[in-house]
């Protein structure tokens, strides 16, 4: 199993600009989550799905978009890009909600110039 | 408002020592309490977790307790490696179904 993985690893935009973050998992799980982490804070959650066809606002989900229509892909969508959506995106599933333990991708590192 | 906090920082520590990582919280109610090893450039990986009931857990070299009613957790790693350097990270979580409160993280650095 190559459990949950992220594409891409890295990139950099320009403000204003589009893109989208793609996160794969192989276990079967319902739940997927996105988050970003920065330097000096914890990860924020920024959008989660409870299963395929579902999406639900997490802590900061202002400048992003997010679909999960399939159960084995969660993408997350910035329409227009900003120097403050500079972060590192951490995508992680798990078979249910708490107390399950979450998987975590290898992270997708985004750089808005 | 819920929150976790974590100490010191940072550390660091020579190959084969022991040390203590310290999280305080103030989420109420409390579901589970877990803690997360964060390599550079990786994602989190689960270390341990314990429920309220739980007081101690143990994974190989990682110890970690619990004391629900002062909301305090400690990840004690004994036999410091080099591979042991990284981020460790301090998640609680509510009632069931709330999401999880991450704690700013600790770094640790085993220098041989």
């Known amino acids: 199993n190559a459990g949950v993985t992220q594409t891409p690893k890295f990139r950099v935009l320009k403000t204003g600009q589009s893109m989208t973050l793609l996160c794969a998992q192989d276990m079967n799980h319902e739940y997927m989550y996105w988050y970003r982490q920065d330097p000096g804070m914890g990860l924020r959650l920024i959008h989660y799905s409870v299963g395929e066809g579902t999406t639900a606002k997490g802590e900061v989900p202002d400048g992003y978009n997010v679909s999960r229509l399939k159960k084995q892909n969660f993408l997350l969508g910035l329409e227009s890009a900003a120097p403050s959506q500079t972060s590192v995106y951490f995508c992680?599933?798990?078979?249910?909600?708490?107390?399950?333990?979450?998987?975590f991708g290898p992270g997708t590192r985004l750089l808005v110039l | 408002k819920n929150q976790v906090e974590q100490s010191p920082q940072s550390l660091i520590i020579l190959e084969g020592k022991n040390c203590t990582l310290q999280c305080n919280y103030t989420v109420s109610p409390f579901s589970n309490l877990r803690w997360y090893k964060q390599d550079t450039g990786r994602g989190p990986v689960s270390l341990t977790i314990m429920t309220f009931s739980e007081n101690t857990k143990s994974n190989g070299r990682y110890t970690a307790t619990l004391d629900a009613d002062t909301k305090q957790s400690s990840l004690h790693i004994t036999a410091s490696q080099l591979s042991d350097s990284a981020s460790y990270i301090c998640v609680v979580t509510g009632q069931a179904g709330t999401a999880l409160i991450f704690g700013k993280g600790t770094t640790l650095s085993v220098s041989s």
């Open positions: 992680a599933s798990s078979y249910s909600g708490t107390p399950e333990t979450q998987y």
